[in-house]
């Protein structure tokens, strides 16, 4: 089976619990394909957590769920040493954390302190205990569900903890087709019950080492790095796009090259992902900041607009 057969297979099988824009499907399964995390942000109510445990079930792979809370502790996430007496020695209990996918639902809904402790993980696909390293499994995936930070009762995530993330994306209201849908397929169950996965780990590992061998043309690749550029020369802009997020999005657009099954990269690419790997890394200046995701997103479609496509 091809990669385009075993991605269409993932996104087939996603779409049918999750009943919303097929833009934000392609860009889950992007972001899996490119060996990156996901931070889905939206209003309460709309479908981020099935997105999330849709995509987790569709791999069969040990999957997690943590509900953030603000009493939540690093070792409810990461695991705890306790002594065990057979051993007569401390024994180091893995926590949560310790599964291919992981879904950090609410992560917003927790303190700093305890949102710092996936920092690790996500960077280095490792947890460091008590003076010990421990790998994480492949393939690892963070799924995190946050609402807007206007919302009471939430912690803004640092920009540090932000810049981890592959990429954000929303979820949106669906159409009155779409809710009609969503009605009828809950009526007496929900669908998320039934789903099977469709691909195995070895499978999804080896669709990520499939992605680098996508190729990217000179052309493109400078394309690329104007528009980051132009994010650190704008004046609307007081932090630019950094050299990670010049990476993440060289990795997306070829996991969305081959997502669309072709071995080459389009400066189309490159284009449809300038929003959902940047906006929530970019931080405005004092003009910008009281609506900073919003405001964001619009310099960023302007500067789409303005660099130049190579022909």
């Known amino acids: 089976m091809s990669a385009a057969e075993k991605i269409g297979r993932l996104r087939d099988n996603i779409q049918k619990v999750f009943i919303g824009r097929k833009e934000t499907v392609n860009a889950a399964i992007v972001g ?3 060996n990156g995390h996901l931070l889905i942000e939206d209003i309460p109510g709309v479908g981020k957590t099935m997105l999330a445990k849709a995509l987790a079930l569709s791999i069969d792979v040990p999957f997690s769920r943590i509900q953030f809370t603000p009493d939540l502790l690093p070792a409810d ?3 705890v040493s306790v002594f065990s007496s057979t051993q007569d020695d401390f024994v180091f209990k ?3 954390i310790f599964a291919n996918v992981v879904l950090a639902d609410e992560i917003n809904r927790t303190t700093p302190r305890t949102q710092s402790s996936l ?6 696909l490792q947890v460091s205990m008590d003076g010990v390293t421990y790998d994480l499994p492949r393939p690892f995936l963070v799924l995190a569900t946050q609402n807007p ?7 803004p995530l640092p920009e540090s903890q932000l810049d981890r993330f592959l990429m954000r994306i929303d979820i949106g ?15 007496l169950a929900h669908p998320i019950d039934s789903l099977k996965p469709v ?3 070895e499978e999804v590992v080896e669709l990520q080492k499939r992605v680098r061998d996508v190729s990217v043309e000179a052309q493109v690749s400078d394309y690329l790095v104007r528009m980051i550029q132009e994010t650190r020369r704008c004046d609307a802009i007081e932090v630019g796009g950094s050299p990670r997020a010049s990476l993440n999005l060289y990795r997306a657009a070829q996991a969305r090259a081959l997502s669309e099954g072709r071995d080459y990269c389009m400066p189309d690419d490159v284009k449809a992902l300038v929003v959902p790997i940047l906006s929530h890394r970019l931080i405005g200046n004092a003009r910008t900041a009281a609506n900073r995701n919003g405001s964001i997103t619009e310099i960023l479609l302007e500067i789409v607009d303005s ?3 190579p022909i």
């Open 119 to 124: 920092l690790e993980a996500m960077n280095d």
């Open 94 to 96: 893995k926590g949560p």
């Open 199 to 201: 691909l195995s780990a």
């Open 77 to 79: 996430i990461l695991g």
């Open 149 to 155: 930070h206007e919302f009471e009762g939430t912690y």
């Open 307 to 309: 660099v130049r496509v």
């Open 173 to 187: 209201y669906p159409t009155e087709e779409q809710e009609k849908r969503i009605l009828h397929d809950q009526k």
């Open 32 to 34: 899996l394909l490119s």
